[in-house]
């Protein structure tokens, strides 16, 4: 009828996909329903519907780990196109992600472009055509919700690390032996907190106190074992699970268990703090020990300080006396005594003596235990060699000195190697390592004899380029080595020069 004004039909709504974000550290204003609450009236203020809602509570925006609704919103929505919708929303920048490379939070709002979806941040709202503003806006928030967490996360570190100065527990389980203990505002006990439980007022704090009695008596059993009766932690372990004790983990006892705990300064009452590092989703690393917070006196140990400072003594002693042995110098020390005593050095000799470390340590640190030996002998080895070297200046004329090689006349360079002789059954040998490194074109061998004057008995010409760098023995009876390579002088080395 005429005086009906005629509807225009209206537009058809667009359609959309929203995410919400809340983590354990962001504020109350960030939380899920107030997310949800502005978001839906953005998308009502802009005739958008909203067909499907995703929701990841508790979950930190530092990368998609964990985050099984944005993981299923981009798969199974974004990617593979389950309902049809053109608008992904939602609240900011930081309910995206708080992503520490910003070019990730780039990435998956690419990756919703690329299948023709558009993010859009409701606090920012939508872009107009070619609006650079708008993508620098973009990129700043990107920036700041990175800096967030960054922030925050070494706030939290500075508190914690001010709880733990003050004597406090700044967080995590107990050890095997304690428990936590909540204390009020003026530093009484409260009660004994249960796993998993936590204080509920910001000015209580949480220290730790003798715990299960019978893990009590355990760890005050395994410090007298070790520190009091020279039981090592093997021993220790396997005494407590003949006797049915169960572990920290309520498994069997093993020396890393046992070693733990004699090694923990909790159990003498001294409070430690930033042991280790892990922030932000990064690997966890094991920090120095000077970078560690120490309170002694936080709380009453189970164990007496003596007695654990005993344990620790007994640690550092066994801990340089390792060190002695798999030194160099310790490692030729024992080698020496070896070959006092059987006149020879060999991998089954050196396997079959007690407390000695393994021929394979030795060829890890000397390239052989033919090597090993000769290294007992540095000095006498280095002095032939400055003789040697003497020599060809004679035989060769000039040359120049570059690090533990020659270089003879400018034509090619030497590196001297003399070999103490060494026995094996009724027959000796002499032990060449010929060098593979491109400076040194020949390793000139020098066998010497063993009857406490070392006398040069020749010598062998070993060419890089023939040998490779492999081990050589030469024994008397090695005719084709003495034919291809030995010389009873040096004038093979002024023939070389042509």
Same mark, same amino acid.
């Given at each position: 009828m005429w005086w009906k004004k005629e509807q225009k039909p209206s537009a058809p709504l667009r359609k959309a996909v929203a995410y919400y974000r809340h983590s354990a550290q962001d504020r109350q204003e960030n939380s899920i329903p107030i997310q949800r609450d502005r978001v839906r009236a953005f998308a009502r203020e802009h005739g958008i519907e909203i067909i499907r809602e995703f929701a990841d509570a508790g979950k930190s925006g530092l990368s998609t780990e964990g985050r099984d609704s944005f993981n299923e919103m981009l798969n199974d929505y974004v990617a593979g196109g389950k309902e049809g919708f053109e608008l992904v929303l939602a609240l900011d920048v930081s309910r995206w992600g708080r992503f520490q490379d910003i070019d990730l939070s780039a990435y998956y709002t690419g990756l919703c472009q690329k299948h023709g979806k558009q993010v859009v941040y409701t606090t920012i709202g939508f872009p107009k055509q070619d609006d650079l503003v708008h993508f620098l806006h973009l990129n700043i928030e990107r920036y700041r919700a990175a800096t967030y967490s960054r922030e925050l996360s070494g706030k939290v570190f500075d508190g914690c690390a001010k709880i733990a100065e003050q004597g406090f527990r700044a967080g995590g389980p107990p050890p095997y032996g304690l428990h936590r203990l909540l204390l009020d505002e003026q530093r009484k006990p409260v009660q004994v907190l249960s796993p998993g439980q936590r204080k509920s007022i910001q000015n209580q704090r949480v220290t730790l106190a003798p715990g299960d009695e019978? $893990? #009590?008596?355990? #760890? !005050?059993?395994i410090f007298s074992a070790f520190a009091g009766d020279g039981?090592?932690?093997? $021993?220790? /372990? /396997? /005494?407590?699970n003949e006797d049915g004790i169960p572990s920290p983990g309520g498994k069997r006892w093993t020396e890393v268990m046992v070693r733990d705990i004699l090694t923990?300064? &909790?159990y003498a009452g001294v409070m430690v703090y930033n042991k280790t590092t892990q922030r932000l989703q990064s690997a966890c690393r094991r920090n120095p020990r000077d970078a560690w917070i120490r309170t002694k006196g936080a709380f009453p140990g189970i164990v007496d300080k003596e007695l654990f400072d005993k344990a620790q003594e007994i640690f550092a002693a066994r801990a340089a006396e !390792? /060190?002695?042995k798999y030194s160099a110098e310790g490692m030729l020390e024992q080698l020496g005594r070896l070959h006092e005593q059987y006149g020879m050095a060999n991998p089954r000799l050196v396997s079959a003596a007690e407390g000695m470390v393994s021929a394979a340590t030795y060829a890890k640190r000397f390239a052989s235990l033919d090597m090993a030996y000769q290294s007992m002998y540095a000095d006498v080895r280095e002095r032939i060699k400055r003789d040697v070297v003497e020599q060809i200046k004679g035989v060769a004329g000039p040359l120049e000195e570059f690090g533990d090689y020659v270089v003879v006349g400018g034509s090619y360079s030497v590196l001297v190697q003399p070999s103490i002789q060494m026995q094996k059954g009724y027959s000796v040998y002499w032990p060449f390592r010929p060098d593979g490194r491109v400076e040194v074109d020949i390793t000139l061998g020098v066998p010497l004899s063993n009857s406490g004057k070392y006398e040069i008995l020749g010598y062998l010409a070993f060419p890089r380029l023939l040998t490779g760098g492999g081990s050589i023995? &030469?024994?008397t009876s090695s005719e084709y080595t003495l034919g291809l390579y030995a010389h009873p002088n040096l004038d093979v080395l002024k023939e070389l020069m042509g």
């Open positions: 019978k $893990q #009590v008596a355990t #760890v !005050r059993r039981r090592n932690p093997k $021993q220790i /372990a /396997a /005494a407590l923990n300064e &909790l !390792r /060190a002695r023995r &030469l024994f």
